[in-house]
């Protein structure tokens, strides 16, 4: 039988622990896209996510270090949420979805015939 | 406003829809990894997926045209599911998550002190 990883050692499944949520890594895909961001940011991108949720998920990118927040002293202040170095390092996950997204599943919904 | 794209468009969410849940990933590594899999070989490998969970992932896989099924005339007659050359696609994606996980969370559960 073919040596196989069980699910606690399998790197696979341990990234899809930490990112493999829909809205965690849509917000990825926005801080990867635009760099940092706002709590409205996000909402304003992500139609349909629930502000605790968003919440949520944000607090658990910075549980594990893949985003951090930043406060700005202006009137009034700015927070915005930005990528650390281990975050940016999931840029190639966040590509190749994205490639084979384009690739494979290029029906547009808004396109008229 | 940086331009952005809407969910139903992102082919990001796309792809996480076709893929994104756990143990399809986990499922496509497994017939990337090792070629052709009878359902009892995924049982084997993917530790407290319940039976039922498992037909559906595999059936949702071959409505996408991802997987497909491959009968064999022995005696028993044998049922193998076998990636498509779309389904083989996804390797750049399973790998991306791979090595992430290789390089980040190297914490091994199992390593002694």
Chains 1, 2 share one sequence.
């Not at 829909?22 to 990825?28: A, D, E, G, K, V």
Request: proline share 6%; net charge positive.
């Amino acid at each position: 039988m073919a040596k196989t990883y069980s699910i606690a050692d399998c790197p696979v499944a341990k990234t899809l622990d930490l990112i493999g949520e829909r809205w965690t890594i849509l917000l990825l895909r926005d801080l990867l896209l635009h760099g940092p961001r706002r709590f409205q940011d996000f909402q304003d991108s992500l139609t349909g996510v629930a502000p605790n949720t968003l919440s949520a998920r944000l607090k658990s990118l910075e549980d594990n270090a893949l985003v951090r927040r930043q406060l700005y002293n202006e009137r009034p202040p700015r927070l915005e949420y930005v990528l650390t170095e281990k975050g940016k390092s999931l840029g190639p996950i966040v590509r190749s979805l994205r490639d084979w997204g384009v690739k494979h599943l290029s029906d547009k919904p808004t396109q008229r015939k």
